[in-house]
């Protein structure tokens, strides 16, 4: 089975800083796919970021950038110039095998002001 | 636009009562799931299909049921032997390999 793990249930970070939240996760696959989510207190799940495994350059979406260490099986994701919208839980996720989506526990996200 | 909408945002469930959340898409994806959230929890899959007429269960599926007569729907219905409803529940769709698409969620409460 798949597992992806997240090892921080919270974290805090100050306004317009920058934080990095960690993912590891587990596969003997060769061709895969990795997300992060944001779930902010409406409870959307909104996809933040993707990197497909094949693929030796991280992902970038504006304020978004991920860390992808294929070797070690580590995905972090880092948010640069954080913003109070950026409150949120976090979840990491990966696709193996077909469609199927296996999710971290989650990182509780807490900007301040 | 497309999307996926759920309905209602918020169900109330009586003590043996079967109760059914809607989830419709118009992306013409041909995958769609259900989730379940606890309280500060991430997601657990409760049922998917890949494809019309077909179904698996996911990690989850004891106390519930579900149905995909056209590609667009995927309903699913909480059972009275669901004895712990009481969650929030999350409706998604894919294409192959791609990122899923969530709808808005329905909150689920017992009376």
């Known amino acids: 089975a798949q597992t992806v793990t997240q090892s921080q249930p919270e974290m805090s970070v100050q306004e317009a800083e920058t934080v990095t939240l960690s993912c590891t996760y587990d596969?003997?696959?060769?061709?895969?796919?990795l997300f992060w989510y944001k779930q902010p207190p409406s409870r959307q799940m909104i996809l933040v970021i993707r990197?497909?495994?094949?693929?030796?350059q991280n992902a970038t979406e504006n304020r978004f950038s991920v860390n992808f260490q294929k070797a070690a099986k580590s995905f972090s994701l880092k948010i640069s110039d954080s913003q109070l919208g950026d409150t949120a839980m976090y979840f990491c996720?990966?696709?193996?095998?077909?469609?199927?989506?296996?999710f971290g526990g989650g990182t509780r996200l807490m900007v301040k002001p | 636009d497309g999307g996926i909408t759920q309905s209602p945002k918020y169900l109330f469930r009586k003590e043996g009562q079967n109760v059914t959340l809607s989830c419709e898409q118009n992306?013409?994806?041909?995958?769609m799931y259900w989730y379940r959230q606890d309280p500060g929890q991430g997601l657990r899959l409760i049922y998917y299909?890949?494809?019309?007429?077909?179904?698996q269960k996911g990690d989850i599926a004891e106390g519930y049921s579900v149905s995909r007569e056209k590609k667009e729907s995927f309903p699913l219905t909480v059972t009275s032997a669901q004895k712990n409803p009481t969650a929030f529940y999350l409706c998604?769709?894919?294409?192959?390999?791609?990122?899923?698409?969530f709808g808005d969620g329905t909150r689920l409460s017992i009376l």
């Open positions: 998604a769709s894919s294409t192959t390999r791609q990122p899923q698409h």
């Open positions: 596969t003997s696959e060769n061709n895969y796919y």
């Open positions: 990197q497909e495994a094949y693929k030796q």
């Open positions: 996720a990966s696709i193996h095998a077909g469609n199927m989506l296996t």
């Open positions: 992306l013409n994806h041909d995958a």
């Open positions: 299909s890949q494809i019309v007429n077909d179904f």
